[in-house]
């Protein structure tokens, strides 16, 4: 009752500012001898007021668009026909009969007319020409997601999304269509309401944002789709929207969530007793007494470390409209406790958007908020691989120890740096790391349609993303590491603050000739993006203040900075409704590069033709949806290559070392490693698409093939010594292409009126091929990522270059033994052969969900397949021998029965290289809709869910997770992997 | 009217655009607390601190650079085994693919091109340029040619370790060029002209500062280099040996009383002896690749002898060293400082395994503590840094290269003066005086079977072994055997190939201009 009071209010106050406005208007604009027709437009079902509705008096460029409370005035005839459309609704022409009029609008069964976020605008998804997948809420994955990108992760064919570690707020790396680069960055473009984020940070971002917040996602794959952001979209350009406010309705949401999280992956370790059976053969291999040494426990130490995990997050969020002013406002907090013990993450979060439209329809405001706070307790990664390494018979706690009660390795007191390797549990419990993080984010959208000539718009977009860190470190006296420096006691306050901030202008210009079955879209538009960070060094003191020598760092502050400035343009013209050819156009310029190489020119064309809209399809039953896009364009890369590599510097060298000379002391100086000729990575993208949809489009998809050739690649390559000051430097290195495609089926195969039955699938292939290499040479093996990767021309990047291990008649390899590949009496780098790729190419998801009355299930799954893992576990008796201390072993040992140290080909054997193929059952949510529970009608309901995430994996692979992280392809077993979660939430709105 | 006021709503935006158009020279950024080489070098002051740099990276104070190459030269022979690493160098068995000869390797060639790009920003008329005054250009001359010396040096280093290494010059670096290789004997003629051409424009012997090289400092290297020509060319340099090693002991050099006092902590008083040395300071200079290293790499020794912290427990010696001496300890000649833990009974003398750092006796050359005996402060949060300076040439290397050189055939010495210069060593080492007689030999017992085994005495752990077994044909032959040369606990012949380490692949790979050495 308080609502409709409310909004009967309202609706007279819009009336009186709307019925002033539009004379006005009307006045200055309009042809006086035309009716004016007055009208409210709503949904035929729910009855609710529809606004944003675009009325066009047919045949004419004359229009508006319904107000918050769905009214509209128009200036029309009688007689004549006005059409109304909008996303998700029916387009309905209807004839004006009197000055009055009620239109209700149907919601279309198909999403062919959903709005979807283009670069520098929007399209409605049956005109887009480029690559673009939009998921949205509805689509988004279920369960209790505390990072934005789980949202979709695996719902889109060919972007991968894999969490970069189980820490909680670590947030997932994203790779586009098998990554254009080798060593540049692969992340995509994220652009947040508008707002582009420094790549920098990239996907750093979504583990800032509330989920809750989040409306939808455009993914641009293709250049046709990203070359409008030029050198930023190589990768592909990430688009969200947060969730607005509407005018006409005040909307209540509250949702708590809370689970519970185990590490579910570890690896598989001697237990005490094994360990003290093995170490009896590595006493008689190596001659050293080690048996006396050990203890009598049988330590888990991967249990030690990891704990249950509690999370809960509430969300809380209002939206509605104060005086037309539709304003949405959000807060969220969350606290996630780390199965690894003592890490913590809490972020509360606050949006506020509000977006008013003045002047009947001509300025848009679109004004976004974002306050982020991120606190954290970071435990430390080490630990992880220290448990799988940690003599298993000492126990975690000794009452003699005075290291806090942990069990060390007290021989090494006096030089624990020597050591490296302390008890997993101390490093967790006695240190205290945290770092704050204080961001905000926001950005003003002007949007203004001229008064006079409404088929021209100009677009402003400003905004900022600012941050502030702070960080403190405290480990005791008695932390065994940092018992000869008296502790530690540190914090720097700020840390870091980050100033970014950026400039768009748009001219649009849109026009329709009917004459000629035309339509025009035009824009032009600048924009200037600086990035800027301030980076504050502090030194270290111990636990009773005193300033550790050697601590003072060299200066009390560094800036690092660039800045991309652009220009673009693009021309989007229709023939008939059916057929679409959009071109653009953009130049960059980016401080990176030298004046020479700083501007880049990045053009894309594409075209769709809509086959379903010609007459020999126009009624088939079968096919409602047919269209076919080609597309072709090139974008740029300059991120992941460092501000100033062009720039011949010199730095400082480290202030604790002063070296003696006579009677003083000189701290060096060194000249920096310059590739004076670096110039942007292109990227050049063929697109064909196809986009069908059956019976109405109760199953739907698309196909795409594509090709991606990159030039002038960016790489971090070794270079010969003697020709600069480093081993190593990012220089523009060959030549790579990317072949793929991409199928997408959607299908409601059972839609009845009690139960739906909704499946998604997606497939992605592709195949990459090193095509040149600037500096190749007669060996012809290539270039170098690490150790066993290797990039050779007409192979896969980053292919694995290992020996052939020789095994013995049972099937075991024979130790430090390979085969002799080019039989020349000696095994040297000549003997290795290229392997398999350790970029996967099959990546398949999966989802469905089935619904019953108020009851939903949902599953979603995902499966890479050709994907390898170069794995290598201490499975040799070196380690519990040869060394400073007693380490652990996997149970690898009992197969592989390794005995001896400084085994040269050993560690590039192909014996370690798993195909790490595998599925994994990301979710499985319940979801009961207990709709209105409080009684008024329809504009409540109550959502109770319990979901499981990282469900189970299906893999031959014996390292843990295959999608942790790793580097070079290589893996040791010390990730720290997603864990299991089990989740419940309570979800109410009203 | 409609026209004014579109012009207005067009005009504000391309206002606000053009205003922005001016900001393009935003993209001329600049890193904030970098300089550009005309801002490093625009004072005296300034090259010097680039000068040192290179001294810095010489002396490995900042990385693994002469601890790498101290090893490959120890490791490799019957002076050290290593506990802690793989043992490829103890078994002479190591493949192409070898770490710590590939950052050798590396780091030299970095140190030879921060040589030559000191080389490139010293050219005199550049120098005029920026502004220096005469007296401060003739000081950038001195500073250029010591860093050709350091080059030289580390040139001489790669030959040899590599005999072949990758060639960079100022030259190479100034067009941009990937070097080429050269051959061991082209090198050799390089690092002797570089030398001899510096050799007038070096500070006089003895006359800089502590730290830097002198003329004194290039006689050395010309000593060694002749030495050891025969490896390096097929040809004989005794002759150029015995000259350049006499230049050196004619310059007022002369031996310190006590060998014990050679590597301690308050050896920077050793000017008599020391030529030239890296210097380390264990509050201003921290690091892991100084003598540190060999302080604390010792087996077993504990930290009130060492003067830091416990024993790394890394070096141990084989069976081979302590029979050099007439007896285990120091009561004969005081350089036996070995350290046998005998009160435990549970260090042994022979090594049963390589990874038993309790197998093989360690030594106490090198202790971080002053010559009286007293103490020295840590001042640092690691208990385990180093004020022991490292003497890369000392007086009693260059008689024993004048001695050598004598009873290789070399002309211009003589053989009682190479006893003479002998026995010097003789009666510090048995009597803490030069000038004593006892432990002193006979011309007879003079002769180079002595000399290879005096010079193990005396410059035990000195980064020496390997090049010497090279000259005397004994580092891969069976003509001398020690505990697990080639694997096998009595010692066994290796491969020829062994004599060089291999061009690290990495190099191989990114070079196109070089070759592997034989047999890799």
Not at chain 1, 281 to 308: P, R, Y
Not at chain 2, 407 to 432: C, F
């Amino acid at each position: 009752m308080i609502y409709s009071e409310r909004k009967n209010k309202n609706f007279l106050k819009d009336r009186i500012v709307l019925f002033v406005i539009a004379n006005v208007l009307s006045i200055i604009l309009l042809n006086a001898q035309s009716t004016r027709v007055q009208g409210i437009v709503t949904d035929n079902k729910t009855s609710e007021p529809l606004p944003g509705i675009s009325i066009v008096l047919k045949g004419t460029t004359q229009g508006t668009i319904s107000g918050f409370d769905g009214t509209f005035v128009i200036d029309s005839e009688i007689g004549s026909l006005l059409v109304f459309s909008y996303l998700g609704y029916k387009t309905k022409e209807i004839k004006v009969t009197s000055s009055t009029l009620k239109v209700t609008m149907n919601k279309s069964a198909e999403s062919l007319d959903e709005i979807v976020l283009i670069g520098y605008g929007s399209t409605k998804k049956k005109d887009l020409t480029g690559s673009v997948t939009r998921v949205t809420e509805k689509d988004f994955q279920q369960g209790f997601v505390t990072n934005a990108e789980q949202l979709i992760a695996n719902k889109i064919p060919g972007v991968q999304i894999t969490p970069i570690s189980g820490r909680p707020g670590a947030g997932s790396s994203f790779l586009i269509r098998g990554g254009a680069s080798l060593g540049a960055s692969n992340n995509p473009l994220f652009v947040i309401d508008g707002n582009p984020i420094g790549l920098a940070d990239g996907p750093g971002i979504l583990s800032a944002l509330n989920p809750e917040d989040i409306a939808s996602f455009s993914v641009l794959k293709d250049a046709a789709a990203a070359a409008i952001y030029g050198s930023r979209g190589s990768n592909g350009v990430i688009l969200i929207t947060t969730k607005k406010g509407r005018s006409d309705e005040l909307k209540v949401f509250l949702s708590t969530k809370t689970s519970i999280s185990q590490n579910f992956l570890t690896q598989s370790v001697l237990t005490g007793d094994q360990f003290r059976n093995v170490a009896q053969s590595a006493e008689s291999v190596s001659g050293t007494s080690i048996l006396n040494n050990l203890g009598a426990e049988n330590t888990d130490w991967q249990d030690e470390i990891f704990q249950n995990a509690f999370t809960t997050e509430t969300s809380f969020g209002i939206s509605g409209g104060i005086k037309n002013l539709p304003y949405r406002l959000s807060l969220g907090y969350l606290d996630q406790d780390g199965t690894l013990k003592t890490g913590n993450f809490k972020r509360t979060t606050a949006t506020l958007n509000v977006n008013p439209t003045l002047f009947e329809g001509h300025l848009k405001i679109n004004l976004n908020l974002k306050g982020i706070l991120q606190d954290q307790r970071i435990a430390n990664n080490d630990a992880i691989y220290t448990a799988t390494s940690f003599d298993p018979t000492q126990p975690v706690l000794d009452e003699n120890s005075p290291f806090g009660g942990y069990w060390q390795y007290t021989d090494f007191a006096d030089n624990p740096a020597v050591l490296r390797h302390y008890n997993p549990v101390g490093m967790l419990e006695q240190v205290q790391d945290r770092k704050k993080n204080l961001r905000s984010i926001g950005n003003l959208q002007l949007d203004y349609k001229f008064h006079f000539l409404p088929d021209l718009s100009v677009n402003l977009n400003t905004g900022y993303d600012i941050a502030e860190s702070s960080w403190t470190y405290f480990a005791p006296a008695d932390y065994f590491p940092a018992n000869i420096s008296n502790g530690g006691n540190s914090s720097g306050d700020p840390g870091s603050k980050t100033e970014n901030v950026f400039l768009e202008a748009t001219l649009n210009y849109t026009h329709e000739i009917k004459s000629i079955k035309s339509k025009v879209d035009a824009l032009a538009g600048y924009s200037y993006n600086d990035f800027k960070t301030t980076n504050y060094f502090y030194p270290s003191f111990d636990v009773d203040g005193n300033l550790q020598a050697g601590s003072e760092p060299n200066f009390d502050f560094d800036i690092p900075q660039n800045t991309l400035i652009s220009y673009f343009g693009r021309l989007i013209y229709t023939f008939d409704e059916k057929y679409i050819l959009t071109g653009s156009i953009r130049t960059d310029g980016s401080s990176r590069f030298s004046e020479n190489n700083r501007w880049g020119v990045f053009p894309s064309v594409s075209g769709a033709w809509k086959i379903s809209e010609e007459p020999f399809l126009e009624n088939s039953e079968t096919i409602s949806n047919l269209k076919l896009r080609l597309g072709y364009g090139v974008t740029g890369q300059q991120e992941g290559i460092g501000n100033y590599g062009y720039i011949p510097i010199y730095n400082l060298g480290e202030a604790y070392i002063q070296y003696p000379i006579g009677n003083g002391f000189v701290q060096g100086v060194y000249p920096t490693a310059t590739d004076r000729n670096r110039k942007w990575e292109q990227s050049t993208t063929f697109n064909i698409g196809l986009d069908w949809g059956l019976f109405d489009n109760r199953i739907s998809g698309s196909f795409e093939v594509y090709l991606k050739e990159t030039e002038d690649l960016l790489n971090n390559v070794s270079i010969p010594s003697g020709t600069d000051f480093a081993n190593n430097i990012t220089k523009n290195i060959g030549s790579l292409e990317n072949r793929g495609f991409e199928i997408k089926i959607d299908a409601a195969p059972i839609q009845s009126k009690n139960f739906t039955w909704n499946l998604g699938l997606n497939y992605g292939y592709n195949e990459n091929e090193v095509t040149s290499l600037s500096e190749d040479n007669d060996s012809s093996v290539g270039l170098f990522s690490g150790r066993i990767l290797v990039n050779t021309v007409g192979f896969q990047r980053n292919t694995f270059y290992l020996y052939k291990q020789v095994y013995d008649a049972n099937g075991n390899p024979i130790e430090d033994q390979m085969a002799d590949f080019n039989q020349d009496g000696t095994i040297n780098e000549e003997d290795r052969y290229r392997s398999e790729s350790a970029v996967p190419r099959h990546n398949i998801g999966f989802n469905t969900s089935f619904n019953y009355k108020k009851l939903t299930l949902n599953m979603a799954f995902h499966s890479n397949l050709g994907h390898y893992i170069f794995f290598k576990p201490n499975d040799n008796l070196a380690s519990i021998y040869d060394g400073i201390f007693r380490g652990n072993v996997n149970t690898d040992y009992f197969d592989t029965q390794f005995t001896q140290s400084g085994n040269a080909n050993q560690e590039f054997s192909d014996h370690y290289l798993q195909n790490a193929s595998f599925l994994k059952m990301d979710n499985f949510s319940l979801n009961y809709n207990l709709g209105n529970i409080i009684n008024s009608k329809n504009h409540s309901d109550l959502n109770l869910s319990a979901s499981v995430q990282n469900v189970f994996i299906l893999t031959a692979f014996d390292g843990g997770d295959p999608e942790s992280p790793y580097n070079y392809g290589s893996n040791f077993g010390g990730n720290y992997t997603a864990p299991r979660t089990f989740s419940l939430g309570v979800n109410f709105n009203f | 009217m409609k026209a004014i006021s579109y012009l207005k709503t067009c005009l504000i935006p391309l206002i606000i655009i053009m205003g922005y158009i001016s900001c393009e020279d935003d993209l001329d950024r600049f890193p904030t607390n970098e300089l550009t080489n005309e801002k490093q070098f625009s004072t005296v002051d300034g090259y010097k601190q680039a000068m040192v740099s290179a001294y810095i990276q010489f002396a490995g104070a900042n990385n693994f650079f002469y601890r790498d190459f101290f090893e490959l030269q120890e490791v490799t022979t019957d002076e050290i085994v290593n506990t802690w690493n793989d043992h490829q160098e103890t078994t002479l068995s190591w493949s192409s693919e070898h770490d710590q000869s590939t950052d050798v390797y590396q780091s030299g060639l970095y140190l030879i091109t921060l040589c030559n790009n000191f080389i490139i920003e010293s050219e005199p008329s550049l120098v005029a340029s920026r502004g220096l005054t005469k007296v401060e250009q003739e000081e950038v001359e001195f500073f250029k040619s010591e860093v050709r010396f350091i080059r030289a040096y580390a040139y001489w280093m790669m030959m040899d370790l590599f005999g072949n290494p990758t060639f960079a010059t100022e030259e190479t670096l100034k067009n941009n060029e990937i070097p080429g290789q050269i051959l061991s004997v082209d090198l050799f003629k390089y690092i002797e002209s570089e030398l001899k051409e510096i050799e007038p424009l070096m500070i006089d012997a003895r006359a800089n500062e502590y730290g830097r090289a002198d003329k004194a400092a290039v006689w050395s290297l010309l000593a060694r280099l002749y030495l050891n020509a025969e490896t390096y060319t097929n040809s004989q340099k005794y002759t150029e040996a015995i000259a350049y090693s006499k230049k050196v002991v004619d310059a007022g050099y002369s031996l310190e009383q006590n060998h014990q006092w050679l590597m301690l902590g308050d050896n920077n008083q050793n000017t008599n002896e020391f030529i030239y040395t890296f210097n380390y300071d264990n509050e201003k200079v921290r690091t892991w690749g100084g003598t540190n290293t060999y302080s604390l790499g010792a087996a077993g020794v504990p930290a009130s002898i060492n003067g830091m912290s416990s024993s790394w427990n890394l070096y141990r010696v084989t069976p081979s060293i302590p029979a050099l001496f007439p007896t285990n300890d120091p009561s004969i000649d005081k350089r036996a400082v070995f350290w046998t833990e005998n009160d435990e009974s549970s260090r042994t003398l022979e090594i049963e395994s390589l990874s038993n750092s309790l197998n093989g006796y360690s030594i106490t050359k090198y202790r971080n503590i002053n010559r009286d005996g007293s103490p020295i402060q840590q001042e640092n949060t690691f208990n385990n840094l180093s004020d022991i300076d490292f003497p890369v040439f000392r007086l009693a290397e260059m008689y024993l290269i004048y001695a050598e050189a004598v009873l290789r055939g070399g002309s211009g010495g003589d053989l009682s003066t190479a006893l003479s210069h002998v026995n010097k060593i003789r009666g510090r080492a048995y009597d803490n005086n030069p000038n004593s007689a006892v432990g002193n030999i006979t011309s007879s017992e003079l002769d180079l079977d002595f000399i290879l085994d005096e010079r193990a005495r005396e410059l035990m752990w000195e980064g020496f072994r390997r090049t010497d077994l090279i000259r005397y044909n004994r580092f891969t032959t069976s003509d001398y055997l020690w505990a697990w040369k080639g694997g096998v606990k009595d010692g066994t012949a290796v491969d020829e190939k062994f004599r060089l380490f291999p061009i690290p692949i990495t190099d191989l790979l990114a070079n196109p201009n070089l070759k592997q050495n034989p047999r890799y």
